[in-house]
């Protein structure tokens, strides 16, 4: 059956055998209907988080403190310590703000939405062509596609999917609570290539489109006349700035004021519903509870679980992430096929792999990861 012909360069793809089933059939049932299928950025398409690389480099480079910042960086008192912005790099004070957040808004689950826009506020002053500059100096197959595993790398299982749903006339999606322009950059310029390479195609049409790319952002303010703009509104004026080309980035500088919605969280359902409209996803992909409302959206939800220390592998072993964020009211996923593909670390783990009973699978597709060209 065709379909069975999909299940199979899926699981050869690296996808393990339950999800590859649930993915080639559904591919296969709603083929050529131009579905929509959003997928999460940061640790989905990618491994690594490209928001957090992005503002690590601008902390240790271009980041100086000014009194206007202190208007949305609140003092925060954390561990008996008082911390002020202007005493610490913006790394610092992120990473701060993260675990305050995570003690003082215990009762939200949705606490990190502000620290995430905080750490796009804080590039205020920069020109796009600067902020994409940090982009490819963090993002190394912008400037060097044989860069593939020096993190943040692409997972080859998520872009063979995404080669699966362009030829069967998908709509891809991103929405990420990174910033933006950075995404749109490496979505445009180094997803798009690959994926034209795999499908055999110079059609353009058929590449994910700029305006499907949705993240956090900022208003942008013009250097010379001081009006604020909309991401949004700039890309249905000026076809430079959707392709992220030309002199335009220079014009436009971030300002400090957010654009809403936020996109974590339920921001991310918001954004989609606003930017999109109503229709059912066929299918969402997510790797944190940043996403759980999003893949509450979808008719099919896929949890790409994370592994980066052994408490996350006995979360996931026990079946704990679908228990406690995947509930009833999506799709049930049992424990032992809950992940996906697993995280690149994680597939080095002994310990984890010997107790898995998918270990066959999982080192089949530690192989497939770490050989397949992109």
């Known amino acids: 059956m065709p379909e069975d012909e999909l299940v199979q360069q899926l699981y050869d793809a690296g996808w393990t055998s339950h999800i590859a089933r ?27 988080d490209i928001g957090e690389k992005v503002l690590r480099y601008f902390s240790e480079n271009q980041y100086a403190f000014k009194p206007m910042h202190s208007g949305f960086s609140p003092d925060i008192y954390f561990e008996g310590q008082l911390f002020r912005l202007e005493d610490f790099s913006a790394l610092e004070y992120y990473n701060t703000f993260l675990s305050y957040s995570a003690l003082s808004f215990k009762q939200d689950p ?21 902020l994409l500059d940090i982009t490819k100096a963090v993002f190394p197959q912008l400037n060097n596609p044989e860069a593939k595993r020096e993190k943040p790398f692409f997972y080859t299982p998520i872009l063979k999917l995404m080669a699966m749903l362009q030829r069967y006339d998908y709509d891809i999606k991103i929405i990420t609570a990174s ?14 290539p690959i994926l034209a390479k795999w499908n055999n195609s110079k059609n353009k049409t058929a590449a994910i489109k700029a305006e499907n790319i949705i993240g956090l952002e900022v208003l942008l303010r013009h250097q010379s006349d001081g009006n604020l703009r909309k991401d949004r509104h700039l890309m ?47 299918f969402c992909f997510g790797d944190t509870t940043s996403d759980i409302d999003l893949l509450k959206m979808a008719e099919q939800p896929v949890w790409l679980a994370r592994m980066e220390d052994s408490l996350e592998v006995e979360k996931v072993w026990r079946g704990w ?52 060209d992109i």
């Open 110 to 130: 949705h606490y990190k939405s502000i620290p995430y826009s905080w750490a796009v506020q804080i590039m205020e002053g920069l020109s796009l062509r600067q």
């Open 236 to 282: 249905e004026d000026f076809p430079d700035y959707s392709m992220l080309s030309g002199k335009i980035l220079d014009e436009w500088i971030l300002s400090p004021n957010l654009n809403f919605p936020v996109t974590a969280y339920e921001g991310k359902p918001a954004a989609y519903y606003k930017h999109f409209g109503n229709a059912q996803p066929l």
């Open 22 to 48: 649930m993915l080639g059939e559904n591919i296969y049932k709603y083929r050529h209907s131009g579905r929509s299928v959003v997928f999460d950025f940061d640790n989905t398409i990618i491994c690594g």
């Open 179 to 192: 910033n933006v322009w950075s995404v749109r950059k490496i979505i445009l310029e180094a997803v798009n």
């Open 321 to 372: 992430n679908a228990k406690a964020f995947l509930r009833n009211n999506v799709q049930a996923i049992e424990s032992n096929v809950l992940c996906s593909f697993l995280q690149w670390e994680s597939l080095s783990n002994e310990t984890f792999l010997k107790r898995h009973p998918n270990e066959k699978e999982l080192r089949k597709s530690m192989e497939i990861i770490d050989m397949v």
